[in-house]
């Protein structure tokens, strides 16, 4: 994750800790010793997986006279750095003045002491950590105002989208499996692909015709983390959005990697989460990527364990960068597509030219022809919730 936003690390270690100190964290002999490290390689920066407490980071800020940061901090300083869009920014800001917030309240009777009274832009009697805090609450709200109207805005996008017959297929997972690489490989467009956690921080849409000539929107987000500070959950929840309303959800799995199981685990919490059940077969499609990275045995295991799956359930192995199983993927999109559309089998008046090219703006057209009655027979695909719309205007539409 420090290679992610560019940090040189200069230096990896684990610490065993028996328990944990209050003051430090880690142990005494530990702090002198990485003071030396530090030292020695005139580091600037400590990053320490795990939570620290305001005190703990202080003290050992000043122990190796360097800037520390727990988990937490690198997490928000990654986000930051990927935000490309307004909301984004947005989003990362709050929750990095939520953390500053938290840990001013809980830091309150030592920093009180400290700079007590001495608050240089509060009112009289103001201590510097009501300022701070009032500040930080001060930006706070302007945020939730801002992002309020951004949401407002992403609304009417969203409405505007949803008038378009297309399908909507959202790729998920956990960070670096090959989302983007997929959605590139798909779309052939080009968007920001990286070997670095978090990438895509926005989520990407672009419009792609499958090769039976169905167009879809297909949707990339963010990459999933696990321990991902609650904070930040609630914070991109936002961003997951265009995923709850999608007719469609591949799940990519980098499954080279050797935490595969866990990172799906965690993926399909956060499923949950945001209310899509993992096992829901008529809208997940589980993509089994990067199998070029796997050696001969390893992909008839693989091979193995997708076999044994249910037909509805199987999971498409694919390798985003070679382009191997592609097809076997935009037909199981397909397949998953169809299941939940309607047909209808239309007879037109010729003339009808607003009729027909209304079926062409809301609909998916999937064969037009004049039958021998003269009358233009018309195959459309739509989404249930438009079946009624499609009958409504087309009365004597049969469902087939
Ligand atoms: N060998 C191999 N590498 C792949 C494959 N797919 C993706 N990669 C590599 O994996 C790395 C991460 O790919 P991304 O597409 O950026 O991953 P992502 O899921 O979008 O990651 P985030 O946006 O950070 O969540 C890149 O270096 C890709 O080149 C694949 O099928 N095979
Ligand atoms: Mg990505």
Known sequence: MAL???LAVVDVGIVPLSEIR?????GKGKVDEIAGLVKTHEA????????LSPVQQRNLEKAWSAKVIDRTGLILEIFGRRARTKEGSLQVEHAHLTYQKSRLVRSWTHLERQRGGFGFLGGPGET???TDRRLIEERLARIETELEKVKKRRQLHRDSRARVPYPIAALVGYTNAGKSTLF???TRASVLEADMLFATLDPTLRAVQLPSGLKIILSDTVGFISDLPTMLVAAFRATLEEVIEANVILHVRDVSHEDTEAQSH??????RALGIEPDDEDRLIEVWNK???LDTEGRTRLQNLAERRPAARRPVLVSALSGEGIEALTAAIEARLAKSRVTFDLALDPSDGAGVSWLHRNTEVMAKDMNAEGRLAM????????????KAKFLGAKVS
């Open 4 to 6: 992610a936003i560019e």
């Open 44 to 51: 600037g920066i400590v990053v320490m997986d795990c939570a």
């Open 379 to 390: 195959t459309v695909r739509v989404d249930p919730a438009k079946a009624g719309v499609v």
């Open 291 to 293: 199998i070029d990275r």
């Open 266 to 271: 965690d993926v399909e919490q956060v499923l």
């Open 184 to 186: 590139n490989r798909v």
């Open 22 to 26: 209050p003051a430090t964290f880690i």
């Open 128 to 130: 510097q950590i009501e």
